[in-house]
């Protein structure tokens, strides 16, 4: 499966994007969906997790109650709604699907593609 996350951008502080992860190459509807981010001399930090159905979700302590990840299977899409952005918000932004093992580790999963740039400005 190829994984390709999109719009990122420049925001000010306060502000709102949506992030899309398309997938291509087969089905994702039964795959647990991940959302990572990386800054700058960073590791890469897990934001969020979405069950198969979408029935349930797990976030990082940093993003939660701001974000919300959602999908829609029939479009072999996943999503993150990212609200009330901060500047330590700033990052490249990645989907990937989870393999075995915890939710919160980059080491679980796999098929990173291309992040999106998400820029926040104070």
């Known amino acids: 499966v190829q994984l390709q996350a999109s719009g990122g951008g420049l925001v000010q502080a306060g502000g709102s994007l949506r992030l899309s992860c398309a997938a291509s190459?087969?089905?994702?509807?039964?795959?647990?969906m991940g959302w990572f981010r990386q800054a700058p001399g960073n590791e890469r930090e897990f934001v969020g997790t979405?069950?198969?159905?979408?029935?349930?979700?797990w976030y990082g302590d940093p993003v939660k109650g701001r974000f919300t990840i959602s999908r829609d299977n029939a479009k072999n899409m996943v999503y993150l709604q990212m609200n009330s952005l901060k500047p330590e918000d700033t990052a490249v932004y990645y989907c990937?699907?989870?393999?075995?093992?915890?939710?919160?580790?980059?080491?679980?999963?796999?098929?990173w593609g291309q992040g999106t740039q998400v820029t926040v400005s104070s």
């Open positions: 979405i069950s198969w159905s979408g029935g349930s979700t």
């Open positions: 990937a699907v989870h393999y075995s093992g915890s939710l919160y580790y980059a080491t679980s999963y796999g098929f």
């Open positions: 190459g087969r089905t994702i509807s039964r795959s647990v």
